[in-house]
Each structure stands twice: as C-alpha cells, then as structure tokens.
Nanobody, 122 residues
Framework: VQLQASGGGLVQTGGSLRLSCAAS????????VAWLRQAPGQERELVAA????????YYSDSVKGRFISSRDNAKNTMYLQMNDLKPDDTAIYYC????????????????WGQGTQVTVSS
C-alpha cells in the first residue's frame, strides 16, 4: 500500500498550491480519505476529510474557506487546492485513509504515505 502526496513547494503569503495524492496497492472507494499536516514540534492536524459514502467534505476551522479538497475514486486520487496560504500553513502534508467511524479525527487515519512539504513565506 502506498500513498504518494505531491505538489508542495515554496509560496508567498496569499499564494496558492494544489496538492495531489495518488494511491497504489489499494482503492479509495472503501475508505474515508483525508489530508493531514504536521509542522515541526506540533501535533498532526487533520485539515480535510471525505467520508467513504460521499457527501460534503469536512474541513478544520484553520483552513475552512481557503482549502478545497476533492476525491476521485475512479482515478484513485485526491486533491487539495490551497488558496490564500498563510505562514501557519507551513507543514508536511500527507494523505491517509481510514475505515474508522470517526472519520473526522486524525488519530484514526493510518496508511500514511510520503508527505510533501509546503512552505509559506511571510
């Protein structure tokens, strides 16, 4: 099982980035999927998640209104459009999957892939 996040980089405050996550060795359909991030010295934070049954995605308060997440089960891919980026968004971003009913909680996501670094300069 491999989840590969890509698309990170260095951007100025107010800029945008689009992250992608491609899965191999599993199919997204049976899973809740999420974007999580972790900054140095901080706890892992779930920023966006999709229930496996569909519906509106969940966003953390810290990114609501600025980030847009989407999943494409047919392509086994998910995306995170990040707009109006702020220095506090600087972190390594990961995609992950879960089958736990508590799909909005970071602790229940596993199958972490290799993350992608996002750095927002002030």
């Amino acid at each position: 099982v491999q989840l590969q996040a890509s698309g990170g980089g260095l951007v100025q405050t107010g800029g945008s980035l689009r992250l992608s996550c491609a899965a191999s060795g599993l199919t997204f359909r049976p899973y809740h999927v999420a974007w999580l991030r972790q900054a140095p010295g901080q706890e892992r934070e779930l920023v966006a998640a999709h229930r496996r049954s569909g519906g509106q995605p969940y966003y953390s308060d810290s990114v609501k209104g600025r980030f847009i997440s989407s999943r494409d089960n047919a392509k086994n891919t998910m995306y995170l459009q990040m707009n109006d980026l702020k220095p506090d968004d600087t972190a390594i971003y990961y995609c992950a999957v879960s089958q736990n009913v508590l799909w909005q909680m970071a602790a229940y996501y596993n199958a972490w892939g290799q993350g992608t670094q996002v750095t927002v300069s002030s």
